[in-house]
């Protein structure tokens, strides 16, 4: 079983910043493959930054170039930077992790855990 964890949202003015983080608890193998979601009301659920289980990331087009994302094994966090941000942007996100099939994709349905979300919202 895993249990995720967000923390880190907010509210900032169009151009601000934010670091989101997720912090996983319990199976590990379950979990190799990670990434950010996000969900604005009226919206699909859409990928924002995944990796795999080697550390290579990818990200969605919308984010290329604003956000980073970056892994803290030692304590099993999930650490999303975000810059530049508009209000576009504004959604709740959410960390998911699953085993071997979800790595590297920002396919939603692919994720079997999630965690409870976190609010990003961004004033023009």
């Known amino acids: 079983q895993v249990q995720l964890v967000e923390f880190g949202g907010g509210s900032v003015q169009a151009g601000g910043s934010l670091r989101l983080s997720c912090e996983t608890f319990?199976?590990?193998?379950?979990?190799?493959?990670m990434g950010w979601f996000r969900q604005a009301p009226g919206k699909e659920r859409e990928g924002v930054a995944v990796?795999?289980?080697?550390?290579?990331?990818g990200y969605a087009d919308s984010v290329k170039g604003r956000v980073i994302l970056s892994q803290d094994n030692a304590k099993n966090t999930l650490n999303l930077q975000m810059i530049g941000l508009k209000p576009e942007d504004t959604a709740m996100y959410y960390c998911?992790?699953?085993?071997?099939?979800?790595?590297?994709?920002?396919?939603?349905?692919?994720?079997?855990?999630w965690g409870q979300g976190t609010q990003v919202t961004v004033s023009a």
């Open positions: 998911a992790a699953d085993a071997y099939q979800a790595c590297g994709r920002l396919k939603p349905a692919l994720y079997k855990y």
């Open positions: 319990g199976d590990t193998y379950s979990s190799k493959c």
């Open positions: 990796d795999d289980s080697d550390g290579r990331t």
